[in-house]
């Protein structure tokens, strides 16, 4: 039997146990949101041992290259020594100050936070937000890299929700935050300029579709663009007067609110973004995907988009998952 050594304690790790349970079923407090492998809120660095290889899949090199690992995911044989990543872990941990915060509609927070240290990032990765060392979430960035100074998150607020409801109420201008990441392969590669690109996005789902957008349309994307943006009425939809605006400007730039709800006022599709996007455009072969937003949506979305012709390695989502109880 493998022993967890954290903070001087140890811990025996039980069959088909993973680290991360090993140590939060002994009461250890740790952080942690999918424990799917996914967020990447539950990195750890093993200060002795060696973590799977299964539990470093999606991190950048340099945190692999340093023994980081997700807990949530890591079934060692072997001991292993863990701890969490400190202030000192410049690669792990990077500090950031608030610089504005400003509600897009009733429920969303745009928030511009200004790194302390340069975050090599793509638009539509997401970034890791820290109330304190031991509470997380996954936030994806709608900003893009060499056109906005600062990064831009869009928060929804969760009834009840730890740290949306923390940013809603409690973060003010000025104050430093902690940041991980970025991580996901949700992002634009260019290459196939001419790709026609569908994207998907419930709520704050639109957060990773908007830096998606502007940065394949300034890397000169010419392929249609066609972006349907969910919600059950009018209040939960946001930006669109940009977005309009982007479609002034661009034409391969197709935008599309749609509303769920019984109110539908004329300039907006009535119906279910993806049960919409599906009927204007029934054939996806050779089509580019971005699926972001609401768990379920994302899954039926996906299975529907592959069904229609989308090949698998075109298909990029984010499922914006909530943390999972122990
Ligand atoms: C890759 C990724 C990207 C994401 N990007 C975004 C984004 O751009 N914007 C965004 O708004 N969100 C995003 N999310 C979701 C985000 O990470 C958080 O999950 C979300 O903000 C909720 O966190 P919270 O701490 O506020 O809520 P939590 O405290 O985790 O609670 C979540 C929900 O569960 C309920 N709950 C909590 N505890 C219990 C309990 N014991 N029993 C019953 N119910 C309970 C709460 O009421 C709440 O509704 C993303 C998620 C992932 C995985
Ligand atoms: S990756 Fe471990 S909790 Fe999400």
Partial sequence: MAIIRYAKDNYDLEENQSVLDCLTHRGVAL????RSGVCQTCLMRATGGTPTEASQQGLKDSLRLQNYFLPCVCYPDTDLEVALPD??????VIPATVKSLRLLNADIMHVELESHAQLDYRAGQFINLFQHQTLGRSYSLA????????LHLHVRRLPQGRVSGWIHDELRPGQTVELRGPGGDCFYIPGDHAQSMMLIGTGSGLAPLYGIIRDAL???HTGPIYLFHGSRDLNGLYLSAELRELMAHYANFNYIPCLSGDDVPAGYA???AHDIAF?????????RM????HPEMVRITKRKA???GAAMKNIYADAFNVSQPL
């Fill in 290 to 293: 971005f699926l972001c937003g």
């Fill in 270 to 272: 009535s119906g279910r």
């Fill in 218 to 220: 300034s890397q000169g």
């Fill in 143 to 150: 900003s893009v890299p060499h056109q906005d100074d600062h």
């Fill in 87 to 92: 202030d000192a872990d410049a690669q792990a």
């Fill in 31 to 34: 952080p942690f949101s999918c």
């Fill in 306 to 308: 592959f069904l229609a």
């Fill in 279 to 287: 009927e204007q455009i029934p054939s996806l072969k050779n089509w």
